[in-house]
RNA sequence: GGGGUAGUAGGGUAGCCUGGUCCAUCCUAGAGCGUUUGGGACGCUUUGACGGCGGUUCGAAUCCGCCCUACCCCA
C-alpha cells in the first residue's frame, strides 16, 4: 500500500500544512487574482455557517442585529483624531462614480464606528434609549501591507462581527466590557478552543478606545492568534458624534460607548488548533456534517444495505443530526480518508454482517470504534458526539498548557519564544521597558490582567528595570 | 519598509541561458468504458496549459519592458 497516497504535509510543518488544508478540504480557494482576497468554497462556508450561527444565537440575547452601509463619506471617517491615525494607511478609498469624480471621497469602511456613530447620534436621545446593544457582521476592507494570509490576514475581512453598544456611565460600559468578554469565552468554549485574555498594552490598543481588552489562542507553531477584541470607548466616539442623551434630571450628558469584534479569524484558529496529520477536526457543535454513513456494499448485498442506511440516514437526520449518506463509487477506505480529511466527527459504518448483527460500527474523528446496537444508534451517537467534544477541548487545552511558560529574565525569554512558547514575565507597565522587552525578544507584548486559568495572577519585579510589575504575556504574533 | 526567487493543464515538474510542430512528462485531477469494493483498486481510451498586457521577430513558453500574483530572507 502507498502510505504516501494523498497525504497532508504534516502538522508541525504548520505554514505548509495550512496552506494545504485550505484548498485540500476545500474551505478557501486561493488563486482569485486580487492580493489579500479569498474565495469562501461552498464546504468552507458551511463551517462559517455554523460557527457565526453560534455567535449570532450568543448575541440575540440582548443585542440586535442591523445593518449599515459598506461605505463611509469621507468627512465622517476624518472626525476622529486617534481614529484616523490608526487607520488612515489601509482605507481604500471610491473616488469615482463611474467616469466621474466624486465630490466627497468614500472609504470602504474598515471598521464601522464612522458610519454607525453619526446614526447613533440621531437614534440616542433619552436615558431610556439606553443601554442600545447593536451587532452587524459583515465585510470590511484594510489594506495591509504586510503579507496576507488567508482568514489570517486579509484585504477584506468577509466575516466581521462588530457590536457597538451605548450606555449612560463610564461603569455601565466597562460592566459591558466584562459581559462581552464572558460572551466570546463562551462563544470560544463552544468551538473547544482555550483562549487567553489579557489588557493590551496602551499603544496597541484599539485607536479611540480607554482600553482594549484581546482574546488571543496559540497557533500549532505558537504564536499567538488574536481572536477578538472588546474595547472601552468612554466618550472619544460619543463627543466626536455628539451622541448625547437627556438623563433623569434633564441634563444632556455624553454617553459611554463600547465596540467588540470576531472575524473569520476564528475560522483559522478553528482549522489550526483542532486539526492533525490527517485533516481537519471539526467539533459537532459547527460540523456541517456531523456524521457520515459509509455503507459497506459487497456484490449481491448492495441493494439490502443502501436500503438499511437509508433508514439509518433518515432516522439520525429526523432526530436532528447534520446526516450524509455517502453512496459515490468509491472505495469504502477512499471515503474514509475523504471525511476524515474534511474534518467530520463521527463516521458511521454499515455492511452486511453489522446488519446481519443488529449493530452499526461508528468511528470517532478524534480516535476510536465504538459499535452500538442498532435500536440504540440516536442516544449513542448523541453520547459519542458529546465525547469528541469534551476530548477536542481537552487536548486543545494540554497544547496551551504545553505552549506557557514562566521566566524571570530576558535571555530565558528570547529562548522560550524561540522554542515556540508564549510567555509569562513581570513588567512594570512603563513604554520603554515594554519596548526594550520587544525589541530585545523580537517578541509582542500581549497583555496585563491576564485572564487563564493556566497564568498565575503575580506580581514580581519588571525583567527590565526591576521595578514592581503585573505578570505580562510575551509571545510571537501573528 | 528592503532584498531575493518564481508563475507552464485540477495538482506537481521538464523545457528557457542557446528563439524554430515540443505543445513534453508524472499524479492523489477531470471525462468515458469494463473489472472491482470491510482502510486510499486496476486496465484501456481520452480531456486539458505556457500569469496578464505590450514589444522585438518571418516565428516567442523561451529574449525585452511594464503590471499582477505567490513564496522565502532581512528590518
Same mark, same amino acid.
Given at each position: 500500500m502507498d502510505e504516501d497516497a494523498g497525504a497532508l504535509p504534516p502538522k508541525h510543518q504548520f505554514s505548509e500544512w495550512y496552506n494545504n488544508i485550505l484548498w485540500r478540504a476545500e474551505i478557501m480557494d486561493v488563486r482569485y487574482p486580487v492580493k489579500g482576497l479569498y474565495v469562501w468554497y461552498p464546504y468552507g462556508f458551511a463551517i462559517r455557517k455554523h460557527v457565526y450561527q453560534r455567535l449570532r444565537d450568543l448575541l440575540d440575547r440582548d443585542h440586535q442585529e442591523a445593518l449599515f452601509p459598506l461605505l463611509i463619506p469621507e468627512q465622517e471617517f476624518m472626525k476622529e483624531a486617534e481614529h484616523i491615525k490608526g487607520f488612515e494607511d489601509e482605507v481604500y478609498w471610491v473616488t469615482h462614480g463611474g467616469t466621474t469624480p466624486l465630490d466627497v471621497k468614500l472609504a470602504l469602511r474598515p471598521t464601522s464606528e464612522t458610519a454607525i456613530y453619526p446614526m447613533y447620534a440621531l437614534w440616542v436621545r433619552s436615558h431610556a434609549d439606553?443601554?442600545?446593544?447593536?451587532? %452587524?457582521?459583515?465585510?470590511?476592507?484594510?489594506?495591509?501591507?504586510? %503579507?496576507?494570509?488567508?482568514?489570517?490576514?486579509?484585504?477584506?475581512?468577509? /466575516?466581521?462581527?462588530?457590536?457597538?453598544?451605548?450606555?449612560a456611565t463610564w461603569e455601565e460600559a466597562q460592566q459591558q466590557v466584562e459581559t462581552a468578554v464572558r460572551l466570546y469565552k463562551e462563544f470560544y468554549n463552544g468551538l473547544c478552543i482555550p483562549v487567553m485574555i489579557s489588557k493590551r498594552p496602551d499603544w496597541d490598543k484599539f485607536p479611540g478606545a480607554d482600553y482594549t481588552i484581546a482574546v488571543d489562542t496559540i497557533m500549532p507553531n505558537g504564536k499567538s492568534l488574536q481572536i477578538g477584541t472588546v474595547h472601552h470607548l468612554g466618550d472619544h466616539f460619543s463627543k466626536t458624534f455628539e451622541i448625547k442623551y437627556e438623563d433623569a434630571s434633564g441634563e444632556q450628558q455624553y454617553a459611554q460607548q463600547t465596540c467588540y469584534g470576531i472575524s473569520?479569524?476564528?475560522?483559522?484558529?478553528?482549522?489550526?488548533?483542532h486539526g492533525d496529520d490527517k485533516g481537519l477536526v471539526l467539533p459537532p457543535k459547527v460540523a456541517p456534517v456531523q456524521l457520515v454513513i459509509v455503507p459497506i456494499t459487497i456484490g449481491k448485498r448492495h441493494e439490502d444495505v443502501i436500503a438499511s442506511a437509508r433508514s439509518l440516514e433518515q432516522e439520525l437526520r429526523q432526530a436532528g443530526f447534520r446526516t450524509k449518506l455517502d453512496t459515490r463509487e468509491m472505495r469504502p477506505g477512499a471515503k474514509y480518508y475523504w471525511w476524515e480529511l474534511r474534518g467530520v466527527p463521527l463516521r458511521?459504518?454499515?455492511?452486511?454482517?453489522?446488519?446481519?448483527?443488529?449493530?452499526?460500527?461508528?468511528?470517532?474523528?478524534?480516535?476510536?470504534?465504538? /459499535?452500538?446496537?442498532?435500536?440504540?444508534?440516536?442516544?449513542?451517537?448523541?453520547?459519542?458526539?458529546?465525547?469528541?467534544?469534551?476530548?477536542?477541548? %481537552?487536548?486543545? +487545552?494540554?497544547?496551551?498548557?504545553?505552549?506557557?511558560? /514562566?521566566?524571570? /529574565?530576558? +535571555?530565558?525569554?528570547?529562548?522560550?519564544?524561540?522554542?515556540?512558547?508564549?510567555?509569562?514575565?513581570?513588567?512594570?507597565?512603563?513604554?520603554?521597558c515594554g519596548d526594550a522587552i520587544e525589541e530585545k525578544t523580537n517578541g509582542s507584548i500581549l497583555g496585563t490582567d491576564v485572564r487563564s486559568a493556566y497564568v498565575p495572577s503575580t506580581e514580581g519585579a519588571c525583567i527590565i528595570c526591576d521595578k514592581p510589575g503585573k505578570a505580562t504575556l510575551v509571545g510571537r504574533v501573528y
Open positions: 439606553l443601554p442600545l446593544k447593536i451587532y %452587524q457582521i459583515v465585510n470590511t476592507f484594510r489594506y495591509e501591507t504586510k %503579507q496576507t494570509r488567508p482568514l489570517i490576514r486579509l484585504r477584506e475581512i468577509t /466575516s466581521f462581527k462588530e457590536a457597538h453598544t451605548v450606555h473569520e479569524r476564528c475560522i483559522a484558529a478553528l482549522l489550526s488548533v458511521l459504518e454499515l455492511g452486511p454482517r453489522d446488519i446481519d448483527a443488529g449493530k452499526v460500527i461508528a468511528v470517532k474523528r478524534t480516535g476510536g470504534k465504538v /459499535s452500538f446496537d442498532r435500536e440504540d444508534i440516536k442516544s449513542g451517537v448523541a453520547g459519542v458526539l458529546a465525547e469528541i467534544s469534551d476530548a477536542m477541548r %481537552q487536548r486543545a +487545552e494540554e497544547h496551551m498548557k504545553d505552549r506557557l511558560c /514562566s521566566v524571570i /529574565s530576558i +535571555e530565558p525569554l528570547t529562548a522560550a519564544l524561540n522554542d515556540g512558547k508564549i510567555a509569562v514575565v513581570h513588567w512594570c507597565g512603563g513604554r520603554p
